[in-house]
C-alpha cells in the first residue's frame, strides 16, 4: 500500500524533538501507526492489540520495561492503564531526554484519564484524523464527500465500502463503546447514531433525542460525549461574542467522515448523494471537516464556531484566528447567489475575512469576501 504523506508528519518531528513522551489520539483506521512507523522507523513497535504483549506487561511489569525503556511506540495504551504510571518512572529518571515514548489511543476519555493522572507537563498532545483533502489523491477527492476519507478506503479504491463500514461500525459498538462506558440498550444507542447522522450540520437538540428514544437527557448527553470521545462525531458551538441575547447558544452536530453519514442514511451512489435531501448537509458536514482537520493536524489552536441568529440569520463557520476571523458560507450548487453572503455581511468587520466555498469557479465580489471554489480553499491554499 502507497503511504501519502500526512500534513502531521511535521508536527510530529517537533514534538519528539522537544517532549520526553508523545500522545497521538484519533479513530480506529485513520493512520496512526502508519504514520508512526513511516515517520518514526528507528522505534520499536508495541500493539495492545496483541493480547501476548498485555499480558507480558501484567505478569512482569519491570521486564516489559527493562527491554521496552526508550524510543518505542505504544500502540492502544489505554488497554494497559497502569503503564502510565510506569511510562511517568522511565520519564522522570531521566527528564532531558526527549522522545523516549509514543503513546497512541482509539479513546479520549481512557487516554486522557491516563495522562493527566500520571504524565502530565511530560507529554505532548496530538490527533489523527482521517486524510484531510491536501493529503489525498486528487482522482479520489469527489467520490470521498459520501464515500469518506479513511486511508483503507481510499487506498483500495472504494472497494466493498458498504462493508467496511458495516464492520467498523460492529468493531466499534462491540469494542470501544464497551470499554468506555455501560451503554446499556445498545441498539438505542446505535439508532441514536444513525438519527445524528440524517441530523448532520444541524443544530444539537439533546431533548428531541431524549424523546426520540425513550431515554432521559443525562443518558443522551453522556452517549454523545462518549461518541465525541470516540472520534465519530464532534461538536461546533455557536459564536454569540458581542452580539447579544439574539444569537442561537446551542451546538451543530458534524460526523468526522461523511462516509459514515452516507452508510448510516443509506447513500451509496453519486447520483444517490446529489439527489438525495441530504446532499446540502453531507457536503457542509465534509467541507467543515476538512477544515477541522487541517487546524487541528496544524495544531493552530485557532477555534471555529456558527452563528445563528433567532432570526435564522446564519453563518455556516467562523474560523477565530486571533486578530481577525474567517467567516465562511458553504454551497454544494455551482452556480453563484448574492444571497449567499448576505448573512456574512451583517457580521464582518473591516479586519475580517469572507468566503463563499461553493462547486463553482472563482468570480470577483468584494476586496473582504471572496466566491470560490471550495477545493481552492481546502486543498490549493492550505496545501502551501
Known amino acids: 500500500m502507497k503511504y501519502l504523506h500526512r500534513l502531521l508528519e511535521l508536527k510530529l518531528n517537533e514534538y519528539v524533538d522537544f517532549f520526553s513522551v508523545v500522545g497521538l489520539t484519533g479513530p480506529r483506521q485513520s493512520g496512526k501507526s502508519t504514520l508512526l512507523l513511516h515517520s518514526l ?30 524510543y518505542v511506540i505504544f500502540d492502544e495504551i489505554q488497554k494497559v492503564p497502569k503503564l502510565f504510571d510506569y511510562v511517568k518512572i522511565a520519564v522522570d529518571i ?3 531526554k526527549t522522545g523516549k ?30 486524510y484531510q483533502l491536501s493529503e489525498m ?15 483503507e478506503l481510499v487506498a483500495k479504491n472504494y472497494a466493498l465500502t458498504q462493508d467496511w463500514f458495516s464492520a467498523y461500525l460492529d468493531t466499534y459498538l462491540k469494542k470501544d463503546v464497551s470499554a468506555l462506558a455501560q451503554v446499556g440498550d445498545r441498539r438505542e444507542f446505535q439508532r441514536l447514531i444513525r438519527l445524528l447522522a440524517s441530523n448532520t450540520s444541524q443544530i444539537l437538540n439533546y431533548s428531541t433525542y431524549a424523546n426520540d428514544l425513550g431515554v432521559d437527557l443525562k443518558t443522551i448527553k453522556r452517549w454523545i460525549a462518549i461518541l465525541e470521545a470516540s472520534y465519530i462525531i464532534f461538536l461546533l458551538p455557536p459564536y454569540y ?7 442561537i447558544k446551542s451546538p451543530k452536530v458534524y460526523f468526522y467522515d461523511t462516509g459514515l453519514v452516507s452508510y448510516l442514511t443509506g447513500v451509496e451512489t453519486h447520483n444517490q448523494f446529489v439527489n438525495g435531501p441530504m446532499a446540502g448537509s453531507i457536503f457542509e458536514n465534509f467541507v467543515i471537516a476538512d477544515i477541522y482537520k487541517n487546524e487541528l493536524h496544524r495544531k493552530s489552536h485557532h477555534d471555529l464556531y456558527y452563528i445563528r441568529t433567532h432570526n435564522g440569520v446564519e453563518v455556516d463557520l467562523v474560523v477565530d ?3 481577525y476571523r474567517e467567516f465562511i458560507e458553504i454551497k454544494l450548487n455551482s452556480t453563484f447567489n448574492h ?6 455581511e451583517q457580521f464582518i468587520t473591516e479586519k475580517d475575512k469572507g468566503y463563499l466555498l ?8 468584494t476586496q473582504q469576501i471572496q466566491i470560490i471554489n471550495y477545493l481552492d480553499y481546502c486543498v490549493l491554499e492550505k496545501s502551501q
Do not use: C
Open 41 to 70: 522507523p528507528k522505534y520499536r513497535y508495541v500493539s495492545f492489540d496483541d493480547f501476548k504483549m498485555v499480558d507480558f506487561f501484567e505478569e512482569d511489569p519491570d521486564k516489559f520495561m527493562s527491554i521496552y525503556d526508550n
Open 94 to 96: 531521566d527528564r532531558d
Open 101 to 130: 515514548f509514543i503513546l497512541t489511543g482509539s479513546s479520549q476519555f481512557q487516554f486522557i484519564r491516563g495522562v493527566t493522572e500520571s504524565l502530565a507537563g511530560r507529554i505532548g498532545l496530538m490527533s489523527l484524523l482521517p
Open 137 to 151: 489523491p486528487k482522482s479520489k477527492i469527489q467520490d470521498s464527500i459520501f464515500k469518506g476519507s479513511y486511508p
Open 241 to 247: 461574542e458581542n452580539f447579544g441575547k439574539r444569537m
Open 321 to 323: 484566528r486571533n486578530s
Open 339 to 344: 444571497r449567499w453572503v448576505k448573512p456574512m
Open 358 to 365: 461553493y462547486s463553482g469557479n472563482q468570480q470577483p465580489y
